[in-house]
């Protein structure tokens, strides 16, 4: 079975700061996807980003991006120039690319981001 | 109108009661998913559904049962509700395609007294 981890539970930048999130994961396949969610106060859960494994090129969305780096399974989460509204509960998340367990997504525990004014 | 509706949003029900929660979507999905979200654990994955005759257990389903009553619907049900079963519960949907991304509803907030 796949397991993610997220290993700070919480994390604080300054706006206008960059910050980085960890997530390792454990898989014996070689193709799958890994996800990063947002969750603000209001509980939805926002995607930000989306990394295939079988691209080598790190993935990015505006202000955030990824450091991918399968072979230590290793998927974190860049945010640059944070603002005020990036404030929110992080999901690193994992899904084979198939299988039986196909389509099913193995989240992390969370990481919750403060950004100071 | 949210593309993945789930109700109620909130509710308190005391141990021993029967209780639903009700998922509908219109983004034309076959695949839903129910998860529950506890404190320092994340999400964790119940029962999905790949299409209207498909039911299938996630890691958590004791306790739990699910009805897929349309393409659009998936309930969630918690047959004699425990304490431990407070958590925020999430629905979700997603295509078959490789793309296959997940679109989760605002959750509902279930309290076990």
């Known amino acids: 079975a796949q397991t993610v981890t997220q290993s700070q539970p919480e994390m604080s930048v300054q706006e206008a700061e960059t910050v980085t999130l960890s997530c390792t994961y454990d898989?014996?396949?070689?193709?799958?996807?890994l996800f990063w969610y947002k969750q603000p106060p209001s509980r939805q859960m926002i995607l930000v980003i989306r990394?295939?494994?079988?691209?080598?090129q790190n993935a990015t969305e505006n202000r955030f991006s990824v450091n991918f780096q399968k072979a230590a399974k290793s998927f974190s989460l860049k945010i640059s120039d944070s603002q005020l509204g990036d404030a929110a509960m992080y999901f690193c998340?994992?899904?084979?690319?198939?299988?039986?367990?196909?389509?099913?997504?193995?989240f992390g525990q969370g990481t919750i981001l403060t950004v100071h004014p | 109108d949210a593309d993945v509706t789930q109700t109620p949003r909130n509710r308190i029900t005391k141990t021993g009661k029967r209780i639903m929660l009700e998922c509908s979507q219109t983004?034309?999905?076959?695949?839903m998913y129910w998860y529950r979200q506890d404190p320092g654990l994340g999400l964790r994955l119940i029962y999905y559904?790949?299409?209207?005759?498909?039911?299938n257990k996630g890691e958590i389903s004791d306790g739990y049962s699910v009805s897929r009553q349309a393409q659009a619907k998936f309930s969630l049900s918690l047959e004699s509700a425990i304490p431990n079963q407070t958590a925020l519960y999430f629905c979700?949907?997603?295509?078959?395609?490789?793309?296959?991304?997940?679109?989760f509803g605002a959750g509902t907030r279930l309290s076990v007294l």
């Open positions: 998340a994992y899904r084979n690319a198939g299988g039986t367990s196909y389509g099913k997504l193995t």
């Open positions: 983004k034309g999905h076959d695949r």
């Open positions: 979700a949907t997603s295509d078959g395609t490789a793309k296959n991304i997940q679109y």
């Open positions: 898989t014996s396949e070689s193709d799958y996807y």
């Open positions: 990394q295939e494994a079988y691209k080598q």
């Open positions: 559904s790949f299409d209207v005759k498909d039911i």
